[in-house]
């Protein structure tokens, strides 16, 4: 990690980015009803604010050469030998998940006017999300493990009040309780690898952990690497902790777009970019990060092909693409940047689509069954044409964002020539054909063909506060590639946090890489028009299916797995717990409890308040202390 500055100008005031969603939040959840009229307008324009910041503490760090500016705040812990003060990092890395978190989240709050209008609770859906942003910022923008623990588990809190907003809808309910649970079991490994840390190193903060990792015994390092990942895969949905992902679909949309698309869920491939001081040190942690990337890969695309749920489909698109950033960063060095340029135009595209979802649910009476839809394309033009532009971009067509930076993790995972790049090379490239196909399959059942609306419908175009931001997303999924890999590259930006870039050898030239993916997307795109668009497609799904779809349906049958391994065998142990301490300590401690009763009641019956009663006793007992002793006596 490069030496830091002080921060002074603007950066001295980079809190403010924290400060101006969380004081939003606060407003509309502690102003009740009385925000209900301008609520969403001041939850918009706390986020619009940030963003504007947020550019200018970026041009403010470019035009210090990226060196990172260190803000101290307050000492937030001090105890014993623990020491913690609270402050921000604002580097060449936290600056573009600022960017991303804020632009993008920006043109969602937009959108949310327009979407939520007429929602009797809008004023409380955006103080969720203004207190979401407010969390994931301090996340990125914290200088020590513990400051990003605590932005952690505030995106955690305000995912599940945004997950369940519709919280009278059991599913709701029950999804947002799953993203919860989940989440705390990658939790618990973060927590547990920043103990670690304090009590080998003596510091959470980056600068202590990252100078003084090195000396740690490989065990240890190890040890540590496969805790942060386990918290990675946790909120960013990848195996085994992935299941909860496409449940959360139960939210408001803009919820999907904001949460599961462009940040929250891109956590995990921050904490793993992050901490890559320590990845570096693990070949081992390392290698597991790049075995969960291509399983999560193929879980992700191979699901999505058999969902009708138009977010579904988005969803497990979205588990399959975070999957290969975690196949990225899992490269070390090689991968980094190609990784986070990914998440970039991810943030995009998956964001557009995502809009462009509820745009089409808007238009049909919130139904997100594809094979109710059909012939929209012309109905929703503009919706049409920005979903068509982040589809081609999700795909990787020529030029266009996906393109640019699916191809370079590609190029990354061959370029270690070994049998595991070409392997992992070989399952990225699987990957591409898939998601060419699931995507194809939903443009097909959504705007093309016969139409297959319930009766009544009567499609229309979202109104202007939703078209825009869908219009600004679809632009960055047509040019964000080329800028952050070519115009003014990403790995040049991120020098002082990574290092110079590296020429690679190239095990096979890239030209040939973007001629092969190209050509197994175009595949999948030719095999889902002749499986979806020469054919008629049923309103209702078929029963008959082979085992594959049946398996794919059943997302892989991830959530059986979990039950049989980890949730039915908890309940057991948890039962068992329960008897033995009803049975057991309890028994005890209760059968105790009734001797003592027991006998005190039976000694208290002897007591009768009569004189004679006592005289007669005392007779008794000295006949019997005069017995012994003449019996002691005679002996």
């Known amino acids: 990690m490069s030496e830091t500055l002080p921060a002074d100008g603007l950066l001295g005031w980079s809190w403010l980015l924290i400060a101006l969603p969380l004081a939003g939040a606060a407003v509309l959840l502690l102003g009740g009803r009385r925000t209900d009229r301008w609520g969403h307008l001041l939850g918009t324009a706390t986020v619009g604010a940030a963003f504007l910041l947020a550019l200018l503490c970026t041009v403010q760090l470019a035009g210090q050469d990226g060196t990172p500016a260190d803000v101290e705040l307050f000492t937030f812990i001090a105890t014993g030998e623990l020491d913690v003060t609270a402050g921000l990092l604002f580097d060449p890395l936290s600056a573009v998940f600022v960017l991303l978190i804020t632009g993008v989240g920006s043109l969602i709050h937009v959108y949310s006017i327009g979407y939520m209008a007429h929602d009797p609770g809008r004023r409380r859906f955006f103080a969720y999300l203004n207190l979401f942003v407010a969390a994931m910022l301090l996340l990125v923008l914290g200088n020590s493990f513990v400051a990003l623990y605590v932005g952690w588990e505030g995106v955690g809190l305000a995912s599940y009040l945004l ?44 600068a202590g952990v990252f100078g003084s990792v090195g000396t740690l015994a490989g065990g240890t390092i190890t040890a540590i690497g496969l805790l942060l990942l386990l918290g990675a895969c946790g909120k960013s949905g990848q195996f085994p902790l992935q299941a909860w992902l496409p449940d959360a679909m139960e939210g408001p949309t803009p919820v999907s777009a904001l949460i599961h698309a462009a940040t929250m869920v891109t956590a995990g491939v921050y904490l793993i970019a992050r901490s890559a001081p320590i990845y570096d040190l693990t070949p081992t942690a390392r290698a597991v990060v790049l075995a969960v990337g291509a399983l999560t890969l193929l879980i992700g695309a191979i699901a999505g092909c058999a969902y ?127 998601t060419a196909f699931y995507m194809t399959r939903l443009m097909l059942m959504t705007f093309f063909g016969r139409r297959r609306w319930t009766e009544g419908q009567h499609p229309h175009e979202a109104p202007a506060v939703m078209t825009v931001p869908m219009i600004l997303l679809a632009l960055g999924s047509i040019g964000a590639g080329f800028v952050l890999v070519v115009a003014t590259p990403l790995a040049d ?68 797995v979990n039950e049989s391994l980890f949730m039915r065998p908890g309940q057991w142990l948890t039962r068992a717990l329960v008897w033995v301490d009803n049975r057991g300590v309890d028994g005890a401690v209760n059968g105790l409890a009734a001797g003592l009763g027991g006998s005190s009641s039976r000694l208290g019956r002897a007591q009768t308040g009569f004189v004679r009663t006592y005289a007669l006793g005392m007779l008794g007992g000295a006949v019997v202390v005069a017995g012994a002793l003449l019996a002691v006596t005679a002996g």
């Open 493 to 560: 930006w991120l020098e002082p946090v990574f290092g110079p870039p590296e020429e690679a050898a190239h095990a096979i030239p890239p030209v040939v890489v973007a001629a092969i993916v190209t050509g197994v997307a175009a595949i999948g795109v030719l095999a889902a028009w002749l499986f979806v668009g020469r054919r008629e497609v049923p309103v209702t799904a078929p029963v008959r299916v082979s085992p594959v779809t049946r398996a794919a349906r059943h997302a892989l049958y991830a959530d059986a």
């Open 163 to 206: 997950i369940a907003f519709w919280y009278t809808r059991p599913g709701a309910a029950t999804a947002a309780k799953k993203a919860f649970i989940m989440n705390r079991v990658g939790d618990v490994g973060l927590a547990l690898a920043i103990f670690i840390m304090f009590a080998q190193l003596g510091t959470t903060s980056y």
């Open 308 to 434: 009708d749920d138009i977010k579904k489909v988005l969803a497990y698109s979205t588990v399959s693409q975070i999957g290969y950033m975690f196949l990225a960063v899992g490269l070390g060095p090689a991968g980094y940047v190609a990784g986070l340029a990914h998440l970039l135009t991810h943030g995009f595209f998956k964001a557009g689509l995502f809009l462009g979802a509820g745009s089409v649910m808007h238009a049909m009476d919130d139904q997100v069954d594809m094979r109710r839809f059909g012939g929209l394309w012309n109905k929703l033009p503009v919706t049409f044409a920005t979903f068509g532009l982040g589809y081609l971009a999700l795909i990787g067509f020529p030029f266009l964002s996906g393109y640019y930076t699916k191809d370079a993790i590609i190029e990354a995972a061959f370029d270690r020539a070994d049998v595991w790049g070409w392997l992992l090379g070989g399952v990225a490239i699987l990957g591409a054909g898939l």
